[in-house]
């Protein structure tokens, strides 16, 4: 309020204060002659001051019109000049208005429009660092990978786009699967970017599925040090890497380091059943009976499992059913009522002979949780104890249709798998197989192979007849009458 009153009163006093100085010079006398060519202009004071601002006024003028003819021709020669610097605004306003429709349209799945806009962005802009990687993201999602491909490869030219034109050639080499490729260019951008995490992770799948093991274990270290995978499962999968490494482990011609990596694996992570199972075969290969039967008590303690059950019957391959069942009590003592170590008890007292034993340990697991394994059991059993056939061959039918029980399955795309490897054959994840019960049971094969796996191979031609009358029973089972299982079954 005081301002806007201040603001009037300045506005009077000025137009005062003008008004006075005019009065002033109008009753002064004199005034201003000018001659020239002859003519004689006589002006009071008050023409002349205004005269005077009027002559300001044109020369004025007259230097802008100079100027504004200098820029006009430094224009059409190509200077930098205010006309150029409008027209260059005026592209720039348009070139960032088709990048930006050009971003949304890529954002919203339309391919054709964000290229149209990329192509015009170009055409006003200049700066393939942003319309060229819009080019090729908006090639790649119209379906044209050799344009796209074009656009990756301009990129490359400039150090600052270098590693996304990598990038991106390498992502189109994954996708077109074209490993060997993919695998060079990773490598190269890892060693741009060693700190990337997704360059990291591609790498690291695309070395493990090429089998080099050795890079991926390098690749691994680095995700470890940039903080992008935790220690637990670096662990973890460096001892799986480890483990692929001691692959041949078992060759002829391994070598000393290749038959301690299989050792080095299991101390990587003790729990990791095939580690530990190839640990302690590379112990036996040396015949190094006690440090194979502790990596064993050590993996079983984590948890029981067959593949350790069986490596750990080969310690010993040539003892009496009676000694193996002895023997296996460190194993057995340490998880007893654990469904597996039940199952493995059974089998051993079957290879004993023993029966009622065998009948008493895996008490109502057939009926509870009934497997293949836990039914063939039973079959094997009732044979055993001189059942009739009908009742032998109902166990065994319902065997054959029975679970399978846990299995080797990715928890990533839920694949079966007979023997654990490192990469899942169904999908490529990594170290996503797991021992557990698949979503849906699987039939076992035809043969009864997989049937009572610690007994087949004892010492003892009983234990052999028994196991081959088994498989045998299986394999008719498929082939007898509906009616007649269905009777025998109840």
């Not at 999968?237 to 001691?246: G, K, T």
């Not at 010492?459 to 009458?481: G, L, M, R, T, Y």
Request: glycine fraction near 6%; include cysteine.
């Amino acid at each position: 309020m005081i301002w806007s009153l201040l603001k009037v009163v300045l506005f009077v006093a000025v137009i005062a204060g003008l008004t006075f100085g005019a009065g002033r010079l109008t009753d002064t006398g004199g005034g201003l002659q000018i001659a020239v060519y002859g003519y004689e202009v006589t002006l009071g004071p008050l023409q002349a001051l205004v005269g005077a601002l009027l002559l300001v006024v044109a020369v004025w003028l007259l230097l802008k019109a100079i100027g504004l003819l200098v820029a006009v021709l430094k224009f059409l020669n190509g200077d930098e000049t205010a006309v150029s610097r409008y027209f260059d605004r005026n592209r720039e306003r348009k070139g960032y208005q088709a990048l930006s429709e050009g971003m949304i349209a890529l954002a919203s799945g339309e391919a054709r429009v964000a290229l149209s806009r990329a192509a015009k962005a170009q055409k006003y802009l200049g700066k393939p660092e942003l319309t060229t990687l819009l080019t090729a993201q908006a090639a790649e999602l119209a379906g044209d990978s050799a344009r796209a491909t074009e656009a990756y490869k301009a990129l490359l030219t400039d150090e600052k786009t270098r590693f996304v034109g990598v990038r991106g050639l390498m992502l189109q080499k994954v996708a077109s699967g074209d490993k060997a490729t993919a695998l060079k260019l990773a490598e190269k951008a890892f060693a741009m970017k060693p700190r990337h995490t997704e360059t990291q992770d591609v790498l690291l799948q695309l070395q493990a599925s090429q089998a080099d093991w050795k890079g991926a274990r390098t690749t691994l270290g680095a995700k470890l040090r940039a903080g992008t995978l935790p220690r637990e499962v670096f662990r973890r999968r460096d001892a799986v890497l480890a483990l692929q490494e001691a692959k041949t482990v078992f060759d002829e011609s391994a070598s000393i380091e290749s038959r301690e990596a299989a050792i080095e694996a299991n101390k990587l992570s003790p729990d990791l059943i095939p580690a530990a199972a190839m640990a302690a075969r590379s112990y036996i290969a040396k015949g190094d009976a006690k440090n194979a039967t502790r990596v064993l008590k050590k993996a079983w303690e984590a948890r029981p499992h067959p593949d350790l059950a069986a490596a750990f019957a080969e310690i010993e391959p040539t003892e009496s059913a009676q000694a193996r069942l002895k023997r296996f009590k460190l194993l057995t003592a340490i998880h007893p009522t654990h469904e597996e170590t039940r199952l493995l008890l059974a089998e051993l007292n079957l290879a004993a002979e023993d029966f009622p034993a065998a009948r008493r340990i895996i008490g109502d697991l057939a009926t509870s949780h009934p497997t293949g394994r836990s039914l063939a059991i039973m079959a094997a059993i009732e044979r055993g104890e001189g059942a009739d056939d009908a009742v032998v061959r109902g166990w065994l039918a319902r065997a054959l249709t029975a679970p399978r029980g846990p299995q080797w399955c990715c928890d990533k795309c839920q694949g079966i798998h007979a023997q654990w490897t490192p990469i899942c054959d169904n999908c490529g994840a990594f170290d996503t197989l797991s021992w557990r019960e698949p979503p849906e049971g699987s039939r076992p094969s035809s043969t009864g192979t997989e049937l009572l796996p610690l007994i087949v191979g004892s010492p003892k031609p009983v234990a052999e007849a028994k196991v081959a009358k088994a498989a045998e029973a299986a394999q008719d089972a498929e082939i007898i009458d509906i009616e007649a299982i269905a009777r025998s079954a109840n």
